[in-house]
C-alpha cells in the first residue's frame, strides 16, 4: 500500500474509498462530482529466486517495497489441486513465517553492513562526527539483537532522536504490516476462526490480520449490483473483501477522513490521525496551508441533523477553530485563508 508514485514497475491499483457519509454530503448538496479518497495498491509479487540467504531480498524487490506506506502479506489458506502451492503442501502459518523472517533477515543484512562501514570509518572522521556516530551504532546495534532475538523494528522503542538517525534506512520490519489470509469457499464460514487464529502468530503492535475469499471476489466482480449482492448474502459475505481491506489498511495507517462541500464539489481527504487544520488544509492546497486564518467546522453527524450548513450555524454548531484544532475523523471544514 502506498501514497507514493511508483512509476513504471509493479502493477498498480488505485482504488476509490468507500464512504457512505461522503455519499450523504452529495445528496445533501448536489455538486457538479464527487470525489472520494484513495488508496494505491501495488502488487510486488516476490519470487522464490528474488531472497538469497547470503543477500536477503535483491535490491530491486527492496526498492518497491520501501516506497510502500505499509506491507500487505497475501497468505494462501485453501486447497485446489489445480493450483499447487510451490512448498508442496497447503500451511499458511509457514508461508507467514518464512516471509516474516525474509523480511527480517534482509534488515539484519542491511544493519550489519552500515555497522560494519562505521567501523571503518569512525576513526577517520571529526570529533563531532564520531559522536554522531558513536549514538548511531549504538542504536543500529540495538535494533540487530532485537531483530535476531525475533522482534521487529517496528516494535522496538525509538525516541524521537533515534528515529532522525535511521528514518532514511527505511527498515522493512519498521512498516506497519497487514497479513491477509486468501480462504477458499469452504472456509468461509470459519474467516473469523481462522482471523483468530492468525492474530496468535502476528508480531507485536501496528499489525492487522484480515481474510478475503480471492477466487469468489473475483466471481462476485462479473455479476450486476443485485445478484452480486445476493450472492454475497448467500456465502454469508456482509460487504465486499476491498472495502474490508481498505477499512483495515486505514485503521493500521492511523488514517481518518474529512470533507469539503460545496455546489462545485464534494471531496472526502485522508489524512493522518492527529494532524491539526492547517497541516490539514495542505491537503486540500498548499497555498491553504501557508496562507491559514481558520478553519470553520462542523461534525458530519450534526451537518445531517441540521441539513444544511446555514442550518447547522444557526444552531450553533458551525464553530470556528484555530491553528491549535485538531481534525477530527468526519469533520466538515470550509478554510478561510489569505492568498
Known amino acids: 500500500m502506498t501514497s507514493e508514485p511508483v512509476g513504471s514497475g509493479p502493477p498498480l491499483s488505485s482504488v476509490k474509498v468507500p464512504d457512505p457519509r461522503l455519499d450523504r454530503l452529495t445528496a445533501m448538496f448536489n455538486p457538479k462530482r464527487k470525489v ?25 524487490y527492496v526498492d518497491q ?9 497475501v497468505v494462501r489458506a485453501f486447497t485446489d489441486e489445480s493450483v499447487p502451492h510451490l512448498e508442496g503442501s497447503v500451511d499458511p502459518s509457514r508461508d507467514l513465517a518464512t516471509m516474516l523472517d525474509e523480511l527480517s533477515f534482509t534488515d539484519q543484512l542491511l544493519l550489519t553492513k ?21 549514538r548511531e551504532r549504538t542504536l543500529l546495534r540495538r535494533l540487530l539483537d532485537g531483530l535476531e532475538a525475533g522482534t521487529p523494528i517496528r516494535d522496538q522503542h525509538q525516541d524521537e532522536e ?33 482471523e483468530a487464529e492468525l492474530a496468535t502468530k502476528l508480531p507485536g503492535g501496528a499489525t492487522r490480520g484480515a481474510s478475503i475469499a480471492g477466487k469468489i471476489e473475483r466471481e462476485l466482480v462479473q455479476l ?28 493500521l495507517l492511523g488514517r ?34 501557508r496562507g491559514f486564518i481558520r478553519a470553520e467546522v462542523v461534525r458530519y453527524e450534526d451537518l445531517v441533523s441540521a441539513g444544511s450548513l446555514a442550518e447547522a450555524r444557526k444552531r450553533g454548531l458551525l464553530r470556528s477553530e484555530g491553528k491549535q484544532y485538531v481534525v477530527q475523523d468526519g469533520d466538515v471544514i470550509e478554510y478561510l485563508f489569505n492568498v
Not at 450486476?224 to 489498511?249: C, Q, T, V, W, Y
Request: proline content about 6%; glycine content about 6%.
Open 65 to 73: 517495497l520501501n516506497k510502500a506506506d505499509a506491507l500487505l502479506l
Open 36 to 60: 472520494p479518497a484513495d488508496v494505491s495498491f501495488v502488487d510486488v509479487r516476490v519470487p522464490g529466486a528474488a531472497f538469497s540467504k547470503t543477500e536477503g531480498l535483491s535490491a530491486s
Open 162 to 194: 533515534e528515529l532522525k538517525l535511521t528514518r532514511h534506512y527505511r527498515f522493512l520490519t519498521a512498516k506497519p504490516l497487514l497479513v491477509v489470509l486468501n480462504l477458499g469457499e469452504d472456509q468461509i464460514s470459519r474467516a473469523g476462526e481462522l
Open 114 to 134: 552500515r555497522l560494519d562501514r562505521i567501523a571503518e570509518m569512525i576513526g577517520k572522521v571529526k570529533p563531532a562526527e564520531r559522536e554522531t556516530m558513536e
Open 224 to 251: 450486476e449490483g443485485e445478484d452480486a449482492a445476493e450472492f454475497r448474502s448467500s456465502l454469508g459475505l456482509d460487504e465486499p473483501a476491498r472495502d474490508r481491506i481498505i477499512r483495515a489498511a486505514y485503521q
Open 256 to 289: 481518518i477522513s474529512f470533507f469539503t462541500v460545496g455546489p462545485d464539489e464534494c471531496r472526502a481527504w485522508t489524512i493522518p490521525a492527529g494532524t491539526p487544520a492547517p497541516r490539514a488544509a495542505g491537503a486540500v492546497h498548499s497555498d491553504i496551508e
